[in-house]
C-alpha cells in the first residue's frame, strides 16, 4: 500500500545586479526581486495555497509537505499575504515543513562545515520568529546530498532527510521505500523523479505520449506502484509559475486528492509519518554528493565549469575573510552569494539542461552571471581591505 | 540545376564578409552537386566552380578600399553592362549579391524569363546609418522588389528588409554565415590583446574602440589592435593620441587573410562594437581562433552564438567591464573559448549551401 508523500520546494532567490568594475551601489536586484516575486506570488502562491487550503478542508486524509527558504521568507516582507496563507497552512494538521539552509545555499559542500550548521540554525531561528514549526526531517538545497552531509545531519538530530532516488545508487532497487546510511540511522526519504517530473516538467509538454495528463489517469499510476511511498518531491512554482494555468495544473490538483482515494490501496503520509510508519530497507551509499539537478544528478550544475569553481573557491576564502572582522552588513550580504542560484546562472553545459538554466537565469550568458558575482567578490573584498 | 551568379568580391581581394561568402557558398554548392557558372570582375580561383572573369570594363580593378562616389558608381555601371553582354543564356536561376550587380540581374531576368534569387548581406541603412545613399536606397528597393526569392544572412536583416523596404516577408529567408574553422587555429595568448578587425567606418564603431581601450587602461595593462583601413583611420589615430593612450594602441591598417589569422590567433578578447551589422562574419573566425567574442547586440552573428557575450555598442563601461574580466579571471576565458570553439563546429558553409539549394528548388517550382 503505498503512501503518496508530497514535498514542495519554496524559494526566490536573492537575484544580482549586473554589478560592473564601475559600480559602487548595492549588490542585489531589489526592483527585479520584488517584481518577479510579486508576479509568482500572483501566480503561484496565493492561488497554489488558496486551493490546498481548501482541499485540506475539503479531504481530512490529503496531506501536504513544504519547506520555505530564509531567503523566500524576507521578501515576503514585502507580501504579507503570502506569509499570511502559509501561516495558515501550517495551522492545518496535515501539513508538515521541513528544515533547510536559510539561504538555499551550497554551504554543505564548503570544506568548513560550520557556516552550513550555522545556516540551518538561522534558518531554525526564523521559521520559530514567524511561528511556523519545523519538524525533523531536512531538505538541503537542490536534494544535495552525500553520506557527509547526512551524518551531519543525523549528528544535529534530524531523524529524516530528503534526496534524489538515483538509479545508479539505487541499482536494482526501488525509489519507493525508506532506505538509511551505511552505519548511520537516519531515515532517507527518495524522489521518485519519474513520478515528480510527470507533473514538474512534463505536464505541459505536448510531445509527451501521456499529454494531457489528468489527475484519473495519474492516480491510477500511483496506484499500480509498489513499495511503501512514492515521493513527490518538487518546486512549489510547479504550479502556476514554471506550469502555467492555462496548462491545466491547477484543475488537475483540484481533482488529484478526490481521484486518489478511489482506490483503496492508496494514502497520503507526511515525510515525518513515512519515517515513524516504514522501516530502513537498506543501505543508500552516497559517496560522492548527489542532487536532484539535470540529467547528471551530481553537482555540475553548480560546480561543472572553471569560472564556478573560481567562484566557490573565492567564496569561501572571502568568507574567512569577512568572519575574522566584525562587520554584520557584509557577513550578511557574504551569506546572500551562498545560494546555489547564483552558481546555477554561471553553468555552460549546453544540451537539454542548458534549457533549464536560461529559463532561470536572470542573465544574458553565463559569461555576464560571473563577471557581476566575481566582481561583487571582489567589491566586498575591497570593502574589508579599507576596513582594516 | 545551373547557376548564374553574378559576383563583386572573391579572395584574395576581401573588403567585406561577400567575398567570404561567395567563396564557401559556391565551393559548398558546387560539393553539392550545384553547377556554378561566377562571374566577377578580377577573376578568382575555387575548386568545383567555373569562374568567369568578366573583362572589357572600364575601371578595371576593384582593390581600393577606399573606393567611392562617382568612382565607385562608374565601376558598378560599367561592371553591370559587361554582365549583361557576358553572362550565356545557359542556367537555370540567376544569384545576385546586394544590389551592385542587381541591375544586370534584373535584366538578364527580364530577358531569359529565369528567377532571380538575392542574397542581401547588407543593406545602405547598415553601412550608411546616419546618412543613406537615396541613390543606393532606391537600387536596393529595386532589387528587392524584384527579386523571386531573397535571402537575409539574418533575422535583423529580415527585419529590415520588411520595415524599411516594405519587402514581402513571404519571399524572405534567413539562412546565418558560417564558418570553415579548420582554416583556423590558435597561437599563444600571453600579451593581453584586444582585437578590433573590419572597416574603420562610421557603421562598424572603430571610435568606440578607442574610448573602451582607454576605459580598460585605467585598470589593466593590454594592447589594443585596429586592423583594417577606411576613411576614419586618420581620425582615429589623432583621437588615439589625444587620448594619451597610443603607446598601447596599434593600427595595422589593411592586412591580407593569413596576417588576420595571426592576429585572431594571439588575441584574447575580438570586440565588435558595431552600430549596425547584418552578420558579421568576423566574430565566427575570432570563435574559431579561441578568442573571447564581445558583439554589439545589432549584429546577426548573436542570433546563432551563445558562447559570446553582447553589449549594447554605446555602452563602454559595460564593454570595458566585459574585457577587464576577460582578461583578468583565466577561467571565463577558456570557458569561454571552449565553448565557443565548441559551438561553431556546428556552423558549416555545407548546411549553407543544402539550404541555399532548398530556395533554389522553391523558386523553381
Known amino acids: 500500500m503505498p503512501s503518496i508523500c508530497m514535498y514542495f520546494e519554496v524559494h526566490q532567490p536573492m ?185 514538474s516538467y512534463r505536464f505541459s509538454a505536448k510531445w509527451w505520449p501521456e499529454w494531457p495528463l489528468t489527475a484519473d489517469r495519474y492516480s491510477k499510476w500511483l496506484s499500480l506502484c509498489e513499495g511503501d511511498c512514492v515521493n513527490l518531491f518538487m518546486d512549489y512554482e510547479t504550479f502556476g509559475e514554471h506550469q502555467w494555468e492555462d496548462t491545466g495544473i491547477f484543475s488537475f490538483l483540484r481533482h488529484f486528492p478526490n481521484e486518489t482515494f478511489h482506490y483503496d490501496n492508496l494514502n497520503f503520509k507526511l515525510p515525518s509519518e513515512l519515517i515513524q510508519t516504514y522501516k530502513a530497507v537498506g543501505d543508500y551509499d552516497v559517496v560522492w554528493p548527489i542532487s536532484w539537478a539535470d540529467m547528471e544528478r551530481d553537482t555540475s550544475a553548480w560546480l561543472g565549469n572553471e569560472m564556478q569553481k573560481a567562484c566557490f573557491k573565492e567564496l569561501q576564502s572571502l568568507g574567512e575573510l569577512i568572519k575574522s572582522k566584525n562587520n554584520e552588513t557584509l557577513l550578511k550580504e557574504w551569506k546572500l552569494m551562498t545560494s546555489s542560484d547564483h552558481f546555477h546562472y554561471m553553468c555552460t553545459k549546453s544540451w537539454a539542461d542548458g534549457d533549464v538554466h536560461k529559463y532561470f537565469s536572470c542573465f544574458d550568458t553565463p559569461y555576464d552571471a560571473f563577471i557581476a558575482y566575481m566582481n561583487i567578490l571582489q567589491n566586498m573584498k575591497y570593502k574589508i581591505s579599507k576596513n582594516k | 540545376m545551373k547557376i548564374a551568379m553574378l559576383g563583386i568580391e572573391f579572395p584574395p581581394k576581401i573588403l567585406v564578409g561577400v567575398a567570404v561568402h ?223 593612450i597610443e603607446n598601447n594602441v596599434t593600427f595595422t591598417g589593411f592586412i591580407s587573410d593569413e596576417e588576420a589569422k595571426r592576429i585572431y590567433s594571439i588575441s584574447d578578447v575580438y570586440v565588435m562594437p558595431s552600430i549596425s551589422e547584418p552578420f558579421g562574419i568576423t566574430a565566427l573566425e575570432a570563435m574559431a581562433s579561441k578568442a573571447c567574442v564581445i558583439l554589439s547586440k545589432t549584429s546577426g552573428v548573436s542570433e546563432i552564438v551563445n558562447h559570446a557575450m553582447t553589449c549594447d555598442f554605446w555602452d563602454i563601461d559595460q564593454m570595458a567591464n566585459k574585457i577587464i574580466a576577460i582578461l583578468r579571471y583565466p577561467c571565463l576565458k577558456n570557458c569561454m573559448n571552449n565553448n565557443g570553439l565548441q559551438e561553431i563546429k556546428s556552423i558549416s558553409w555545407d548546411n549553407v549551401a543544402k539550404k541555399t539549394i532548398d530556395i533554389y528548388n522553391k523558386v523553381l517550382q
Open chain 2, 22 to 244: 561567395s567563396y564557401y557558398l559556391t565551393k559548398n554548392l558546387a560539393s553539392n552537386n550545384v553547377t556554378i557558372d561566377l562571374y566577377l570582375p578580377n577573376g578568382g580561383h575555387c575548386q568545383g566552380v567555373n569562374i568567369i572573369n568578366v573583362k572589357d570594363i572600364s575601371i578595371s580593378s576593384y582593390s581600393n578600399p577606399d573606393i567611392s562616389g562617382n568612382t565607385l558608381f562608374s565601376f558598378i555601371d560599367s561592371y553591370n553592362s559587361a554582365l549583361i553582354k557576358n553572362v550565356k543564356n545557359n542556367f537555370d536561376i540567376i544569384h545576385c549579391h546586394d544590389w551592385i550587380t542587381s541591375s544586370a540581374g534584373i535584366e538578364i531576368k527580364n530577358r531569359t524569363k529565369k528567377p532571380m534569387v538575392l542574397t542581401i548581406h547588407s543593406t545602405e541603412f547598415d553601412r550608411s546609418p546616419i546618412n543613406p545613399w537615396e541613390y543606393i536606397l532606391k537600387k536596393e528597393k529595386i532589387a528587392i522588389d524584384n527579386a523571386d526569392e531573397i535571402i537575409a544572412v539574418s533575422s535583423k536583416t529580415k527585419n529590415t528588409l520588411i520595415d524599411r523596404f516594405n519587402a514581402n516577408e513571404n519571399k524572405i529567408n534567413v539562412i546565418h554565415n558560417a564558418i570553415d574553422h579548420k582554416s583556423f587555429y590558435t597561437g599563444k595568448k600571453d600579451k593581453k590583446i584586444v582585437l578590433f578587425l573590419g572597416r574603420l567606418v562610421n557603421q562598424k564603431g572603430p571610435e568606440f574602440f578607442l574610448d573602451i581601450a582607454k576605459k580598460v587602461l585605467d585598470y589593466e595593462d593590454a594592447k589594443f589592435i585596429v586592423v583594417g583601413d577606411g576613411y576614419m583611420l586618420p581620425e582615429l589615430i589623432n583621437k588615439a593620441i589625444d587620448m594619451g
Open chain 1, 15 to 199: 537575484r544580482l545586479k549586473k554589478f560592473s568594475i564601475f559600480s559602487d551601489d548595492s549588490y542585489f536586484d531589489n526592483e527585479k526581486n520584488t517584481g518577479i516575486f510579486n508576479r509568482v506570488a500572483d501566480k503561484c502562491y496565493l492561488p497554489a495555497n488558496r486551493l490546498l487550503l481548501q482541499l485540506l478542508d475539503e479531504h481530512p486524509d490529503f496531506k501536504i509537505s513544504f519547506s520555505l527558504t530564509g531567503i523566500f521568507l524576507e521578501q515576503c516582507s514585502n507580501f504579507p499575504d503570502v506569509l499570511d496563507s502559509f501561516k495558515e497552512l501550517s495551522k492545518k494538521k496535515n501539513v508538515e515543513f521541513l528544515s533547510e539552509t536559510y539561504y538555499h545555499s551550497l554551504s554543505a559542500l564548503f570544506h568548513d562545515k560550520k557556516e552550513f550548521l550555522e545556516q540551518i540554525k538561522e534558518h531554525e531561528n526564523i521559521m520559530k520568529e514567524i511561528g511556523i514549526k519545523i519538524s525533523k526531517v531536512f531538505r538541503n538545497t537542490e536534494a544535495l546530498y552525500s553520506n557527509e552531509i547526512s551524518e551531519l545531519i543525523e549528528n544535529i538530530g534530524y531523524e529524516g532527510i530528503i534526496t534524489e532516488g538515483w538509479d545508479p545508487i539505487l541499482g536494482w532497487r526501488s525509489p519507493n521505500h525508506i532506505y538509511k546510511r551505511p552505519e548511520g540511522n537516519i531515515k532517507i526519504l527518495l524522489r521518485n523523479y519519474k513520478m515528480s517530473d510527470d507533473l
